[in-house]
């Protein structure tokens, strides 16, 4: 019997600790006034560089934001949600190639290898592992968090106000503390909307229809239709949340970026 | 009190079973001939489906893959690594827009708001978080993995296997069981390296040399380093693992991809 860790708990399922922290993952965007102490922040960072990483190059890094005055400076560029300056710590994850090619350069290999798309790609994935990571370990510990998608939108200007060098670009920020707030769960596609077995299993309007009853159907979605006069949920997205016009804009802001960046 | 959760285990210190799970990773290749039966399997995709998602957009798919002679068919493009064929479930992580597009088509919606890199990014992330959370939820019940990064070099080959449509990129593949293997955790920066406070602390030789010291002074370095007849770990990854010119080829392979997946 190899599966050690393989346990049966209480109730003849196989429910852990880790998947019930997992399974009760909401964001939270209210905290309260505690600090995140440097014991916690520290097993938060060790977890989150334990991931995964191609090749062991580990592609990363964090940038630990607690400075309050720098979170103001940056809130503008998170379009001011209150999280960006009301949580204790920030954590920013970089896909980094810098170092390593500071390191090939010290060792006089190459310098050159890695500024292309196929290495972004490695670097992006490595810095999300991470990141995920850290949210897991964290909510471990009774912390809560929201990630921050302006991170991508406004990477140009992360950029400047991060000091970032080139081979670097931020992808994920996420806002972490104690929760001040405990929302209700999120409400989730059901798995059958989300897995395929074997092939992809195309969706037409009878399937999409079905997979996205419950949605439609949340007491949530109700009030959003309310508040924005719209029919239904897809049009509250493409109308008001993450409209073509916007999207394409930030389109150009990463690409000029990745370009910049040298991986493009 | 509002942390609940955040309990001291008998040392004093905050560690917890997700914690020991997370920091205690490390890359299994060889599994035992057990199949994961459909309850934990289930709980895996449900603690992926459960992670921070682009404004609860899901825009992400899970291709599970059982069937052997499909693992065989695809065994080539993971460049013929045992496990692509040797574990019982290889789980594929795709980044998706076209369910969404799909449900915006149904709701008379736009259907060109996410063709573009922006969205890109947001589905990428979306699906890395996705398969991370499956990683932690594996370990978590025993299972064992390893993340192949052939996934992104062949992307287009795999669609064609997988059948993927407009508007989805797959960009992770876990190969997982139940271990056959207990290696060594696997050598890592040190949080230094990795962990920058506030702006990004720049690298020069003398902080190069002391960060990577311990990882040049590992065993495993060693062999590799006598193995490939090279005077360092730099010139093994840019002259044998991943050379400039296979980067350069396989980032043509995800950039025709993305363009004609309709991201770019």
């Avoid at 790609?121 to 921050?148: P, T």
Wanted: net charge negative; charged share 20%.
């Amino acid at each position: 019997m190899p599966h050690i860790l393989y346990i049966n708990f209480n109730t003849g399922n196989t429910m852990n600790a880790t998947l019930k922290t997992m399974l009760q993952h909401r964001s939270i965007r209210k905290f309260t006034a505690d600090d995140i102490d440097e014991q916690t922040l520290n097993l938060i960072l060790q977890a989150a560089c334990n991931g995964s990483t191609m090749g062991n190059m580990q592609l990363y890094s964090i940038i630990v934001t607690k400075d309050k005055e720098k979170m103001k400076a940056m809130a503008p560029l998170h379009f001011n949600q209150p999280i960006a300056t009301n949580a204790p710590v920030i954590l920013t994850f970089v896909a980094d190639f810098h170092r390593f090619n500071k390191y090939c350069e010290y060792r006089d290999a190459a310098t050159d290898a890695y500024s292309n798309l196929q290495s972004y790609h490695w670097a992006v994935i490595d810095a999300i592992i991470a990141a995920q990571n850290a949210c897991v370990a964290a909510e471990s510990l009774g912390l809560g968090f929201c990630w921050l998608g302006t991170i991508t939108y406004n990477a140009d200007k992360f950029i400047e106000a991060l000091q970032l060098p080139k081979h670097t670009v931020p992808v994920a920020c996420i806002a972490m503390g104690y929760p001040d707030e405990q929302p209700e769960l999120t409400d989730k596609l059901p798995l059958e909307a989300l897995v395929h077995y074997e092939t992809y299993n195309d969706y037409n309007k009878e399937s999409i229809d079905w997979l996205y009853t419950e949605k439609e159907a949340h007491e949530n979605t109700k009030k959003l239709l309310e508040e924005n006069n719209l029919p239904n949920l897809a049009r509250i997205f493409t109308e008001r949340r993450y409209t073509k016009a916007d999207n394409e804009h930030f389109a150009k802001v990463i690409e000029t970026v990745m370009k910049r960046q040298g991986f493009l």
